[in-house]
């Protein structure tokens, strides 16, 4: 959970320490009227406590439901020793060879909901806020949760708001180990980067079912890409652009401004509304289309206004800073993984200037200029992304053909490796044709004449030309794949005149 950038728990609880309170908060439970033991069980009275509360507030069309209270309860959904059917264990007397704790109702262990509500209230109170879980617990772990919590406290609200999450899908399905298409977050991570992976989970509303497949999280790949690249030229502008420039605010920059200013109402709209994350992303991405926009225009007429940029970049990184997606304390853009010092941070990056300045000065003092290009060509290829540095060429860049920017060291080695495979792909091909060539061109040296009359295990008889007229069992051969035999001659005769002509020209 700590590589996704998931905060730690502020108290993490057990059930096996936890025992010797869950006996007190059931036996309070029993005192209130709310539960009754049964040869050496303990339940919950259903029928006693919707006398003055409300069973099932959750789901109450699922109360009296046999298969979820199975589902929810496993064996302990069908015993006999209970007054009603919708009556759930608090205590359960333990059968040989199961755990077992001590307890006034004898040797036993918790119920399936109890352990939830005596440890939340232990250190939560009597009342809590916000309360979380998969949307299928529900009923009945929830609504029994609710039951025996507000029966333990004798009040009418133990939560204030559930939020429940919709299932992960893998290609379409329910993850489930029975399926066989279990993903660990250690396998997402060999493929995918930590923030790739948390923006997939915000560009779905999360009481939604998620779908994780290479097309899901290729859109958010291409999500992430979308706001670096935005984050990247912002930068490069604020570098570029002195302030001695023109900063007179025109309609379009009016109109910008009025943009972020609705943009922030929306999203401030969307996460009050049920946390709708999506809804930000849109925004965020429609504001960062209609500011690429502004800029390709001012760019084209005068100066962009950077300071208005500026404002929209330093607003979206404020964003997906309270989303978790920013390493590091940074103003604009993701920021650099691991929050390290300055120094540390450079000297990977100074090491290798000092490597290339010696390579160039000693290609420059042999005046090899091929070399010095190719020494460039492997610090922007092969050096640099390893550095978390993407160097782009820019023909009418004012700093001399390139910009810099920071960028993901994980990505860069993704890009790297496919840009390798893709070489490695395009070699194999010329290699490929290049055989095949050579193939056409040692067959060409063979006289048409000669062509067929060289396959003895194909065809026994052959006309004056070569051609063959008959097959090697001696049947004759048909007037469609004589045709095709003599389109083959001719083009064998073609290609043996061309060779012919090559050695003329070498004599």
Not at 322 to 336: E, N
Not at 402 to 414: G, M, Y
Request: contains cysteine.
């Amino acid at each position: 959970m700590k590589a996704l950038n998931v905060l730690p728990p502020d108290a993490l609880t057990r059930v096996t320490e936890y025992v010797p309170q869950i006996v007190d908060y059931v036996q309070k439970i029993i005192d209130n009227g709310y539960a009754y033991e049964s040869q050496g069980s303990v339940y919950f009275d259903t029928q006693a406590y919707q006398k003055d509360h409300f069973y099932g507030k959750l789901e109450p069309n699922s109360v009296g439901d046999a298969k979820l209270q199975a589902d929810g309860e496993g064996a302990l959904s069908i015993l006999s020793d209970k007054r009603h059917p919708s009556d759930f264990a608090l205590w359960k007397r333990s059968k040989e060879g199961e755990p077992t704790w001590d307890s006034k109702w004898g040797a036993g262990r918790p119920g399936w909901h109890i352990e939830c509500s005596a440890m939340a209230s232990d250190i939560l109170g009597q009342q809590i806020d916000i309360h979380s879980g998969g949307e299928d617990l529900k009923f009945p772990h929830h609504d029994n949760e609710l039951a025996q919590s507000e029966a333990y406290y004798n009040n009418k609200q133990w939560i204030n708001y559930f939020i429940h999450s919709g299932h992960l899908h893998i290609n379409g399905q329910k993850m489930a180990k029975s399926l066989k298409n279990f993903t660990t977050i250690q396998d997402a991570l060999s493929k995918y980067s930590a923030r790739q992976i948390r923006i997939l989970f915000l560009m779905h509303k999360y009481d939604k079912t998620l779908s994780y497949s290479p097309e899901s999280m290729q859109n958010a790949g291409e999500m992430e890409k979308t706001f670096t690249e935005f984050f990247h030229k912002v930068k490069s502008l604020i570098r570029e652009n002195p302030i001695n420039l023109p900063q007179f605010w025109t309609q379009d920059e009016k109109d910008l401004n009025e943009m972020l200013q609705k943009t922030k109402a929306v999203v401030h709209d969307a996460l009050l509304d049920n946390f709708d994350t999506r809804e930000v992303f849109l925004a965020l991405a429609a504001l960062v289309n209609n500011t690429n926009a502004y800029i390709a225009k001012k760019l084209q007429e005068s100066n962009a206004r950077v300071a208005v940029i500026q404002t929209i970049a330093e607003y979206i990184t404020f964003i997906f800073n309270t989303f978790g997606l920013v390493d590091g304390q940074t103003t604009i853009g993701f920021g650099m993984e691991g929050g390290s010092s300055v120094e540390d941070s450079l000297k990977p990056i100074l090491d290798a200037l000092v490597k290339f300045r010696a390579s160039v000065r000693s290609n420059a003092i042999t005046k090899d200029t091929t070399a010095i290009l190719k020494t460039c060509d492997e610090l922007r290829d092969e050096i640099l992304p390893l550095l978390g540095v993407r160097l782009d060429d820019k023909a009418a860049s004012s700093n001399g053909g390139a910009v810099w920017k920071f960028e993901n060291v994980e990505t860069l080695k993704k890009e790297m490796e496919l840009k390798k495979e893709i070489e490695a792909n395009k070699l194999a091909k010329k290699l490929e044709q290049q055989k095949k060539e050579q193939e056409k061109f040692e067959l060409s040296k063979v006289p048409p004449q000669q062509l067929f009359v060289q396959q003895k295990d194909k065809f026994s008889q052959f006309d004056d030309k070569g051609i063959p007229t008959h097959d090697a069992t001696g049947k004759e051969i048909s007037a469609s794949q004589k045709k095709k035999l003599v389109k083959e001659y001719e083009e064998q005769n073609k290609n043996h005149q061309k060779y012919l002509a090559t050695l003329e020209k070498t004599k």
